[in-house]
C-alpha cells in the first residue's frame, strides 16, 4: 500500500510551558510542528511555515531527522512567534502568559511548485482567509481538513464559513463546535456545522474521547486512559496528525478508514501528553502505537 503524501500549512513556534511537572523554555512548539512529527508516523508530511532567524538549527534538524520535508518552511529577518503558557493543574485549561506573534503575523504561506499536487492537505489554526488561500494554491486535493479556534470563529465568522464550505472534513473540539453552530446542544451544533459543508465533522472532547459525524452515522472513540499528563500542549494537533496519518497511510477516506483513523488520532494525542514539547512522539516506535491502538480497541470492542 503507498503512502499518500500530506501538506501541513500552520504555526512553527518556540514554546515556554509551565506544567505542574516542571517548566520547559526554548522548546519546539506551533500546530505545524505537533502535526507534522505525530503524522510523519504513518505518511511523508510537507511543512509549510515561518521562523525567524532565532530558530534554533537544533529544531531544523529534529524536524528533518523525522523525514519531514521542510522545503515550505522559510526563514525570514526577525524572531520566531513564540508562546508562553501555564497549567496550574493536571487537566487545567492553559493559561497564556505571553504570545509574540513576531514573524509569523505577516505569515503568507508560499506552496513550493513541487508540492501544489499534494493529495492530501491539513490546514493549521491560522487565519481563515490564509487557509482559503492555501486551498487555492493546491491542485484540487483528494483530501482536506482543518482546524481553527474561538479567535477566528468569534472575529472572522464569514471568513472562517468561506473556508469550511471548500472542506471534506473540519476537526474542531466541542466548545468551538457550539460557538460556530450558535447551539448547546453538540448533536444540533454538528448538524449545523455539517450544513456549512464539510462532509465529515469531528469533535473532539478531551478526556472524553471524540466523535466523528459523518453522512453513514456516528462512531465515538474514547481518550486513552493515561495515569499522568506532563504536557497537554499540542495534544490536539497530534489528534489531527494521527488521524490524517492513518488516512494517509491507508489511502482511503470513508466511514471505515475514518473509523480507524479516529484511534490512531487519539493514541498519538496520549502519546504527545506524556512528555514536555514533542518529547512523547519525537522518538517514538511504531511497534509502541500499534500496541497502544490494539488496548484501546480491546476497550471499545463488544
Known sequence: MSQLPI?????????DVETPSGHRPESLGGSANYFSVS????????LVGVVGDDFPESHVDALAQRGIDLDGLERVDGKTFRWKGRYASEGADAETLDTQLNVFETFQPKIPEQHKDTPIVFLGNIHPMLQVDVLDQID????SAA???NFWIQGERE????????LDMLIINETEASLLAEEGNI???ADVIRGM???????KRGAYGAIIFHPEGLFTVPAYPLRKVVDPTGAGDSFAAGFMGSLAEQGAFGFAALKRAAIYGTVMASFACEGFSMDGVISLERSKVEARADQLRQMIAL
Do not use: E, H, N, Q
Not at 471568513?159 to 471548500?166: D, E, F, Q, T
Open 147 to 149: 482546524d481553527t479556534m
Open 159 to 166: 471568513a472562517l464559513k468561506s473556508m469550511i464550505r471548500r
Open 7 to 15: 501538506l501541513v500549512v500552520g504555526s512553527v513556534a518556540i514554546d
Open 197 to 203: 459543508g464539510p462532509r465529515v465533522l469531528v469533535i
Open 187 to 189: 448533536y444540533d451544533a
Open 140 to 143: 484540487a486535493p483528494r483530501f
Open 39 to 46: 503524522a510523519s508516523m504513518f505518511a511523508p508530511v510537507r
